[in-house]
């Protein structure tokens, strides 16, 4: 079985494409595939930060793999919730993998695609992007995520908006309402994207993966409870050897040298 989820390594920085013809759609294979990948980038210590794109220009992907759907149904519920589960955990690591994560939307990010793009810190859409969650045309809703992650990145009255209307949004449209970080010409964002991964990369993996830690689980408690987790992570972070470093380096007028261990 070919595969479909292809990593490059470039300078501190992951490339991982979604490569399923002609939509790179969300099978079982990618699925799993994505979950394989991540799991190396989280383990290997050359790579800083990574970017996640789809093959070609027409798709970053456009949803799950609807040919695979009349397998769920007739299941049980309580099969049918293991295996959404299932996907889920591969969806969560790859949230909470402890290194900045960068998605390059390079064409449609439909459903799956879209949630997928969510797991990611920051989003850089090429201009010509559509992206939207139209499960709702379905009879269905976003199971990926969805209605979980996009209210707590854009509030919930538009989140709602958009899942009950099911209508994509272009490019700029999502810029406006905080769905995407950037948007850029088409043809010009995998440049961007290593343009920033690279300078990402040239940081402490401490600091940066203790401000991930610190946002991603400080934003579903209190300000009292993510200022106490602030300054935990901040007392760990002055015990690395970083930290030595660049405050050596910057008394020193010199660049710093961080280790990334």
Same mark, same amino acid.
């Given at each position: 079985?070919?595969?479909?989820?292809?990593?490059?390594?470039?300078?501190?920085?992951?490339?991982?494409?979604?490569?399923?013809?002609?939509?790179n759609?969300?099978?079982?294979q990618?699925?799993?595939?994505?979950?394989?990948?991540? %799991?190396?980038?989280?383990?290997?210590?050359?790579?800083?930060?990574?970017?996640? %794109?789809?093959?070609?220009?027409?798709?970053?992907?456009?949803?799950?793999?609807?040919?695979?759907?009349?397998?769920?149904?007739?299941?049980?519920?309580?099969?049918?919730?293991?295996?959404?589960?299932?996907?889920?955990?591969?969806?969560?690591f790859?949230?909470r993998?402890?290194?900045?994560?960068?998605?390059?939307?390079?064409?449609?990010?439909?459903?799956?695609?879209?949630?997928?793009?969510?797991?990611?810190?920051?989003?850089?859409?090429e201009e010509?992007?559509?992206?939207?969650?139209?499960?709702?045309?379905?009879g269905?809703?976003?199971?990926?995520?969805?209605?979980?992650?996009?209210?707590?990145?854009?509030?919930?009255?538009?989140?709602?908006?958009l899942?009950?209307?099911?209508?994509?949004?272009?490019?700029?449209?999502?810029?406006?309402?905080?769905?995407?970080?950037?948007?850029?010409?088409?043809?010009?964002?995998?440049?961007?994207?290593?343009?920033?991964?690279?300078?990402?990369?040239?940081?402490?993996l401490?600091?940066?993966?203790?401000?991930?830690?610190?946002?991603?689980?400080?934003?579903?408690?209190?300000?009292?409870g993510?200022?106490?987790?602030?300054?935990?992570?901040?007392?760990?972070?002055?015990? %690395?050897?970083?930290?030595?470093?660049?405050?050596?380096?910057?008394?020193?007028?010199?660049?710093?040298?961080?280790?990334?261990?």
């Amino acid at each position: 079985m070919a595969e479909l989820v292809h990593i490059e390594k470039l300078a501190g920085v992951a490339i991982v494409t979604i490569d399923n013809p002609p939509m790179n759609v969300l099978s079982k294979q990618v699925t799993r595939e994505l979950g394989e990948v991540f %799991t190396v980038i989280a383990e290997d210590s050359e790579v800083i930060a990574a970017i996640l %794109t789809g093959a070609g220009s027409r798709a970053f992907m456009a949803g799950a793999d609807i040919k695979e759907f009349p397998q769920s149904l007739g299941l049980e519920k309580d099969q049918l919730k293991k295996n959404n589960l299932e996907s889920h955990a591969v969806l969560n690591f790859i949230e909470r993998i402890p290194k900045p994560t960068i998605a390059l939307l390079n064409g449609l990010a439909f459903g799956g695609g879209c949630e997928l793009a969510l797991t990611c810190d920051i989003r850089i859409a090429e201009e010509h992007v559509k992206i939207g969650l139209p499960e709702v045309k379905l009879g269905l809703f976003p199971g990926g995520g969805g209605t979980q992650r996009l209210p707590r990145l854009i509030g919930p009255s538009k989140a709602k908006e958009l899942m009950f209307l099911g209508e994509p949004l272009s490019a700029e449209e999502a810029l406006k309402i905080g769905l995407v970080n950037q948007v850029v010409e088409s043809g010009k964002g995998m440049e961007t994207a290593i343009s920033m991964a690279k300078k990402l990369a040239s940081y402490s993996l401490q600091a940066l993966s203790r401000i991930k830690k610190a946002v991603n689980d400080g934003i579903d408690t209190s300000l009292d409870g993510g200022l106490e987790l602030e300054a935990e992570l901040f007392a760990e972070v002055f015990g %690395t050897e970083d930290v030595r470093e660049g405050v050596q380096a910057f008394i020193e007028k010199r660049s710093p040298s961080f280790k990334h261990q």
